[in-house]
């Protein structure tokens, strides 16, 4: 037998290598072996889960049903803001904030941990309002429990006789001349029961440039400002008397509805110019938490820039 040429050996090789690679998959460039099935959760760790992420949604909820249910009517102030707010609202975000405290150690007791993330969200919520709850109420307890404020208490100005007749029939907030704060207020703020609101908001806001606004135009001219001004602060103008210089507007807080009656004096000052002042008085609670005063405020800083 004669031997074999080396074209035939390399030949013969290259058959044995086809045969031994015949039987294998083509790899495919790109492809992976599928992920290992991920371990269940357990029910507990589930339920607690659930658990956690409703109430983190029933905190927020909580508070815009008590202020909606103000706005239209379907409870009273006392219910809405003090009781279900102030009230039952930290007992509610408390009782939250535990309840996914347990959840996230179920979730971190075993394996799979991965709801632990979804649980610490969760615990952010009703953890972030009590912070934002208690600046309110601490806010609040800073500030005098006043809800009529104006830039000139010398000389008040008197509301339309149809304004009052309104507020009389609806048992709002009464508009006095120089009013003191009630015995009502004795439980919050002991200190200024008795006290005049002028002094009181003298002392609290003594920064807000609230006084007597002097300027060198015609009272017609300023009249048409205060009026551009008022539809720009998102005020509701009820009338504007031109000839008396008088002009009513409302505003209606976006939550729960609350309403306050503004009325804007322009008065002839000298020859050519005209005096301004303006008074907003809340229709129902005690203390307006700074709104009026605020709302002044702005009104000032922007009929002055209007008027530059």
Known sequence: MSELTPEEVEKLE???????NKDEKPVVLGSYPPPPPREPMSKLQSIAMKIAIGGAILCPLWFVIAALGVKYGLWSIGT????MSFQMGPILLIAVAVICL????IQLLKPPRRGSILV???????????????????DVAGLPPIHDVQTDWTNPIQFPQA???ERKAN???????NPVVPESAAGRWPNAVGKYVKDLQAAAYQDFNLRPQLFEVKPEITIEAVVEVANK????????????GVIHATYTSPWYGFVDDIVITVEKQGQIGS????????RIGLSDMGANATRLKHFVDDLNLMMK
């Open 80 to 83: 809405g803001l003090v009781k």
């Open 14 to 20: 290259a058959e044995a290598n086809q045969s031994e």
């Open 171 to 177: 048992n709002w907030n009464p508009v006095l001349d």
């Open 102 to 105: 347990v959840s996230l150690i």
């Open 163 to 165: 304004l009052l007749d």
């Open 233 to 244: 602060n998102n005020w509701d103008v009820v009338s504007v008397n031109r000839e008396a």
């Open 120 to 138: 610490v969200i969760a615990l952010l919520v009703p953890v972030f309002m009590l912070g934002h709850l208690k600046q309110t109420g601490d």
């Open 275 to 282: 005096r301004v002042n303006a008074r907003s008085v809340s």
